[in-house]
């Protein structure tokens, strides 16, 4: 079983940064995939991003390529989501995700999830 706890939404104006983070606990995660995927208003689980734990790579959203950054952190269990330039339209409830099996750039990829943190990005 697989247990994690995002940090670091919030409120920004538009074209400001933050930082998100995701620890997870219960296993070894050298085997998982660690992701990001977003919920907006009365629409439906949107991929951001994900990162192998294994060999790093990465993985984006087209929305939001070239401004939010995936990274891992294995010794402390650790994904983050640095998100650049954010515009109105990626405010949503972002949610940490993990996965043993990643094949697709889908929310329906991902077997665990955390309980979602808040970012609103104002006009």
């Known amino acids: 079983q697989v247990q994690l706890v995002e940090s670091g939404g919030g409120l920004v104006q538009a074209g400001g940064s933050l930082r998100l983070s995701c620890v997870a606990s219960g296993t070894t995660f050298s085997t998982y995939t660690g992701g990001w995927v977003r919920q907006a208003p009365g629409k439906e689980r949107e991929f951001v991003a994900a990162v192998t734990w294994s060999r790093g790579r990465t993985y984006y959203a087209d929305s939001v390529k070239g401004r939010f950054t995936i990274s891992r952190d294995n010794a402390k269990s650790t994904v983050y989501l640095q998100m650049n330039s954010l515009k109105p339209e990626d405010t949503a409830v972002y949610y940490c995700?993990?996965?043993?099996?990643?094949?697709?750039?889908?929310?329906?990829?991902?077997?665990?999830w955390g309980q979602g943190t808040q970012v609103t990005v104002s006009s």
């Open positions: 995700a993990a996965t043993a099996n990643f094949r697709r750039l889908a929310p329906d990829e991902f077997d665990y």
